[in-house]
């Protein structure tokens, strides 16, 4: 549900929530989503605090849920529910719970708005806590009372916590939202981009357990070596062996996906329309979140896999323990001063170095995998070799997935290279302006690589076939 000219997310007409932390044996309870807010903000926040204390507070559990939501958190891990009561992780939820009646009247007038990043799509990770009993670096419970008290309003209040970036969406739609899995289950027979999605995953796991047979080709048609791959998989994961991908499957095959892949879960508040810079952002250090600590983290790795004494981090947007103690190492490296902290002299630095080693780097490091972001987006009008590159991975992709025109692989990105980029943007939910910058190349790659690697047969694995070479 991202990308330009997207449909805004919707306001859920209901939402599933398991009582108790996930994992445990508690009830799963669908409430109407107005219902649910009202439950939880009664839960929540006192009914005497101010009430721009209330809105904001009423905001934050709203965004909270529906990134949740459109996150896919917990589906994506295997689980049939949007949300728990545990407040450990998510919000508390009371069955029966008393809604009190200004908080009730609060959340009827604000239930269909939620904030937002500005240029982003999706709710923000609203994170809260009380601020008396725990910390955190999203919002402050009591801290909003005060703060109402001196005289702010919510928008300024919420601003405090989240930064000056964030805006509010009013009056959203409501509905039904999409889910990411399939809207009737794939079975033999069954064809499109979605089967192809799941043949391309299912030849990558594949890599990592290798008695799931290949699927050749991954033309996007369900049929019985599909069939097959799927059966494998579901009896591997103890997954009812139907050959049929129903929802269960579908995001027990996407989260086993993301393991083998070593990714962890979408940057919580989505991607932003804008063109990614890579000049330096603002410091950043720990508890910090977002999308440049991504790209943070992306240019550590590429780095600390080519320096004797680093280790790459997880990509997971979020300013840990870990990537606290790889900046500290790369500072220590660098010869600069050991803060921790990302100000303008290590972004440069660090910039400095992934683009040597990018550059310096001969071609046969590339061999059978995509090179990593160039360093420069590029759009209409370029040329060289990272254009001509980008044709070759659009062209792997194109023999998988329908819609994606093959290329000339010239090196010169004209109208039939933005119309494949807009193509792939599309396909993956990404912002369709023809462009490739950090985010696009990054999905282009990584897809290249999933069937390039996903192609290939370890000893006694049948069928499949190398990518470019005699097919079976």
């Known amino acids: 549900m991202t990308g330009q000219g997207a449909i805004l997310p919707l306001i859920p007409e209901t939402v599933r929530v398991h009582i108790g932390p996930a994992g445990s ?8 989503f107005l219902d649910y807010i009202r439950n939880v903000a009664s839960n929540e926040i006192y009914p005497t605090w101010p009430e721009q204390a209330l809105i904001a507070n009423i905001l934050a559990q709203i965004s909270f849920a529906l990134n949740r939501i459109y996150t896919e958190y917990y589906p994506s891990r295997g689980y049939d529910f949007d949300i728990t009561s545990f407040t450990g992780t998510d919000q508390s939820f009371q069955i029966n719970g008393t809604v009190y009646e200004n908080i009730g009247d609060l959340v009827d007038r604000f239930f269909n708005s939620y904030i937002r990043r500005k240029g982003s799509v999706l709710p923000l990770f609203a ?3 009380d601020g008396i009993n725990t910390t955190c670096s999203g919002l402050s419970q009591w801290g909003t009372a005060s703060l109402a008290e001196q005289g702010l309003d919510y928008f300024e209040i919420l601003k405090n916590y989240y930064g000056e970036d964030i805006e509010i969406v009013r009056n959203a739609p409501i509905g039904t939202p999409s ?9 033999e027979g069954s064809s499109g981009n979605e089967v192809a999605i799941l043949q391309t995953r299912l030849n990558r796991i594949s890599a990592n357990y290798p008695s799931i047979p290949k699927i050749n080709p991954t033309d996007g048609i369900f049929g019985p070596e599909t069939e097959s791959a799927v059966r494998k998989f579901q009896e591997i994961f103890s997954l009812s062996q139907d050959g049929i991908v129903g ?27 804008d063109e990614v810079s890579l000049q330096y952002p603002e410091d950043l250090r720990k508890g910090m979140s977002g999308l440049y ?18 280790s ?6 979020y300013f840990g323990d870990s990537t606290e103690g790889l900046v500290l190492s790369f500072q220590r490296n660098s010869g600069i001063a050991e803060t921790g902290i990302v100000d303008e002299e290590t972004w440069n630095i660090l910039y400095e170095n992934y683009i040597g080693i990018i550059e310096s780097l001969p071609p046969s490091a590339f061999e059978g995998i995509a090179r990593p972001f160039p360093g420069s987006t590029l759009r209409i009008g370029f040329t060289g070799e990272d254009v001509r590159d ?19 692989e010239d090196g010169i990105f004209g109208e039939n290279t933005r119309d494949a980029v807009y193509t792939v943007q599309s396909l993956y939910n990404l912002t369709q302006d023809g462009t490739v ?26 069928p499949g076939y190398e990518i470019g070479g005699t097919q079976p």
């Open 437 to 462: 910058d950090a985010i696009t190349w990054a999905v282009i790659a990584d897809t290249y690589d999933d069937i390039v690697k996903g192609s290939q047969r370890s000893i006694g694995q049948y």
């Open 127 to 129: 994170q809260y806590c």
């Open 247 to 273: 929802d269960a499957t579908w995001y027990k095959v996407r989260s086993v996906y993301n393991a083998v892949k070593q990714l962890n879960e979408l940057i919580s508040e989505g991607l932003t329309f």
């Open 179 to 187: 889910d990411s899995a399939p809207s009737a289950p794939l079975r």
């Open 390 to 408: 980008l044709q070759s991975y659009i062209n792997v992709l194109a023999s998988v997935y329908e819609g994606i025109p093959i290329l000339t």
């Open 312 to 317: 790459p981090i997880p990509i997971n947007g």
């Open 293 to 310: 600590v991504s790209i943070l983290q992306y240019y550590l790795n590429v780095v600390a896999t080519f320096t004797e004494g680093l």
């Open 25 to 32: 044996g508690g009830d799963i309870v669908e409430v109407s």
